[in-house]
């Protein structure tokens, strides 16, 4: 943990031009140096293993390591064979957050990402960053802010005056801290920040009374709930409109992409399926069990908590909407960005996304 206790106050993160140099330095480095382990997907197809056929290979970016149940849709399509239907051969590869998977996808260096709404959106309407959306999955939130019932925080005015964990400076989790105290009418600078991990272990320092709370997965508040008596759980979402995540291309990278890109869209909504259909999700667990192992997979309990709370959010626009950006769910969320003060105003957020692969998924 870092000991680094600060206030915000750089709301404009980096500069267009500083943006755009880091871009072209990362399109000229090694591939993804830097970034973490890489993991292959599953095995060839029937089909493929007839025909002798070779699955393409593709390299898709994840913001965190794939420990959290937030990366089902993908756990499921690589565990379950999906991709390997599609004819893919995916890797994943761990990036340092969202701002260099942005990056990375910008330079070309890999075809997709999965990011915050709140991100792609700062990334276009600040830097002028060539993004685009080809498939909402997640329509809410999935980040929580956990504390103890001693300090309660359960509405955004008990934040006020608090030191709050958060994973990184200037990533999803502490922006969404920033929008909905903002859209609460709250000073974000009101709140003083640390950088803390995004393990059960942290919640010590809540009841040491060094943390108010501090931000996790949906699985970790369900694992907390379950080992920690008086433990409350904060949902952003119910104060902001524009907490989601979308898999991310460049504009360049759809073009040249299309193909591959929808197939891997495919897979996912395959693996949604699935997972939606498999009442009491004992198959899900079974399938995605053979490849990886985590606390929040292994503990089955938990595990089906935090399942049904994923799907909730998958269909939260009802399942025929799933993996759609919705027009004016997505506007309303850039507004409330900019007047957060977070993203520059006169864009045309519908540039920046399409729903024609998930259209035709």
Not at 62 to 77: K, N, Q, R, V, Y
Not at 80 to 90: C, I, K, M, R, T
Not at 176 to 200: C, H, K, M, N, Y
Not at 268 to 283: H, S
Request: hydrophobic fraction near 40%; proline fraction near 5%; glycine fraction near 10%.
């Amino acid at each position: 943990m870092h000991d680094v206790i600060y206030r915000p106050g750089r709301r404009g993160g980096l500069t267009r031009r500083a943006f755009l140099r880091g871009s072209a330095a990362l399109g000229g480095a090694a591939l993804l140096g830097g970034c973490g382990a890489e993991s292959p997907s599953g095995e060839a197809s029937p089909e493929q293993a007839a025909t002798g056929a070779e699955a393409a290979p593709f390299t898709f970016l994840t913001i965190l390591p794939l420990a959290s149940l937030t990366f089902a849709p993908e756990l499921m399509a690589d565990a379950g064979g999906y991709f390997a239907d599609q004819g893919l051969n995916v890797s994943f590869q761990v990036t340092r957050g969202s701002p260099q998977a942005i990056q990375l996808v910008l330079a070309g260096r890999s075809p997709l990402t999965r990011i915050s709404q709140i991100e792609g959106m700062r990334a276009a309407a600040n830097r002028a960053a060539p993004v685009m959306n080809v498939g909402m999955v997640l329509k809410e939130s999935t980040i929580r802010f956990v504390s103890s019932e001693k300090r309660a925080l359960r509405r955004p005015e008990d934040f006020v005056g608090a030191t709050i964990g958060i994973p990184s400076e200037g990533g999803s989790s502490e922006t969404e801290l920033d929008l909905f105290l903002a859209a609460s009418g709250i000073d974000p600078e009101s709140v003083q920040r640390q950088v803390v991990g995004l393990t059960p272990g942290v919640f010590n320092l809540v009841e040491q009374g060094r943390l108010a709370g501090y931000a996790v997965s949906i699985d970790t508040a369900k694992i907390l709930e379950q080992q920690q008596p008086g433990v409350v759980v904060f949902n952003p979402g119910e104060f902001m409109a524009s907490g989601g995540q979308f898999y991310m291309t460049s504009k360049d990278g759809f073009a040249a992409n299309r193909g591959d890109i929808a197939k891997y869209l495919d897979a996912v909504r395959a693996a949604l399926d699935f997972m939606i259909n498999d009442d009491g999700f004992d198959r899900t667990l079974e399938i995605m069990r053979r490849k990886y192992s985590f606390d929040g997979l292994n503990d089955t309990a938990i595990a089906k908590e935090s399942l049904a709370e994923y799907v909730r959010i998958w269909t939260a626009a009802g399942r025929e909407s799933l993996l759609v950006t919705l027009p004016e769910r997505w506007t309303r969320g850039y507004e409330e960005l900019v007047n957060a003060g977070l993203a520059e105003p006169g864009a045309t957020p519908d540039a920046w996304y399409t729903n024609e692969l998930v259209r035709e998924a």
